[in-house]
């Protein structure tokens, strides 16, 4: 895909959304944190239905530590994997009070020594909490990269490497926003929308979907 088939890709996400969000429910560095570590194989959905009652009972490093591991999981039992999410948050609540006085690091490295945080994690925080130029790549955002050509890749770190080179750096703060809606609602898995898809025209997939 030539740069100016996808800066006119992005000009149009931008045109259509132009301050995308994430569906996450938070209102803090360390709520979006705890709700991304909980997004993981799990909707946005299901974790802001989980996190509503959890961040009114507690919602910071000390108050979700003093609840511990069985104290949480009443909270997000609801979610897959819970067990061993409320395990990781609990270490990474203490972590935080231990080494960062109880403040979510805004380094990739800091985020990434902290337990439940991969680089995706760290890489939404970084954006989204802390307003860094990253683009986070999850399932969505791999198969829209993969399936449109704008960034293909055999993994994820590849596909992550090649938006971050090939997308124009005006669009790097939003660029995962709009990625991540765009795979949710219109390029889906098992059945792109092509006949309603905005870039249709530009996305060079072989096998669109008509009307």
Same mark, same amino acid.
């Given at each position: 895909?030539?740069?100016?088939?996808?800066?006119?890709?992005?000009?149009?996400?931008?045109?259509?959304?132009?301050?995308?969000?994430?569906?996450?429910?938070?209102?803090?560095?360390?709520?979006?944190?705890?709700?991304?570590?909980?997004?993981?194989?799990?909707?946005?959905?299901?974790?802001?239905?989980?996190?509503?009652?959890?961040?009114?009972?507690?919602?910071?490093?000390?108050?979700?530590?003093?609840?511990?591991?069985? &104290?949480?999981?009443?909270?997000?039992?609801?979610?897959?994997?819970?067990?061993?999410?409320?395990?990781?948050?609990?270490?990474?609540?203490?972590?935080?009070?231990?080494?960062?006085? &109880?403040?979510?690091?805004?380094?990739?490295?800091?985020?990434?020594?902290?337990?439940?945080?991969?680089?995706?994690?760290?890489?939404?925080?970084?954006?989204?909490?802390?307003?860094?130029?990253?683009?986070?790549?999850?399932?969505?955002?791999?198969?829209?990269?993969?399936?449109?050509?704008?960034?293909?890749?055999?993994?994820?770190?590849? /596909?992550?490497?090649?938006?971050?080179?090939?997308?124009?750096?005006?669009?790097?703060?939003?660029?995962?926003?709009?990625?991540?809606?765009? &795979?949710?609602? /219109?390029?889906?898995?098992?059945?792109?929308?092509?006949?309603?898809?905005?870039?249709?025209?530009?996305?060079?997939?072989?096998?669109?979907?008509?009307?």
């Amino acid at each position: 895909m030539n740069p100016q088939k996808r800066w006119e890709m992005f000009s149009r996400f931008r045109t259509a959304n132009p301050q995308p969000r994430t569906e996450l429910v938070y209102e803090s560095a360390f709520e979006l944190l705890v709700a991304v570590i909980l997004s993981a194989q799990a909707t946005d959905t299901s974790v802001n239905k989980a996190t509503v009652e959890l961040f009114q009972a507690a919602n910071s490093p000390a108050a979700l530590s003093a609840l511990g591991v069985k &104290g949480l999981s009443k909270y997000i039992k609801s979610i897959g994997l819970y067990n061993t999410k409320a395990r990781n948050i609990i270490a990474m609540c203490r972590l935080l009070l231990q080494k960062h006085g &109880g403040e979510v690091p805004t380094t990739r490295v800091a985020l990434e020594e902290l337990p439940g945080v991969g680089r995706k994690t760290a890489n939404v925080i970084l954006n989204t909490a802390f307003g860094h130029a990253t683009i986070a790549v999850d399932t969505h955002i791999f198969r829209v990269a993969n399936r449109t050509r704008i960034a293909p890749g055999k993994t994820v770190r590849e /596909v992550e490497d090649k938006l971050m080179k090939r997308v124009a750096l005006e669009f790097h703060n939003n660029a995962h926003h709009w990625l991540i809606l765009h &795979g949710r609602y /219109v390029c889906t898995a098992r059945r792109p929308a092509c006949p309603t898809c905005i870039i249709a025209d530009l996305c060079e997939y072989g096998r669109k979907t008509s009307a």
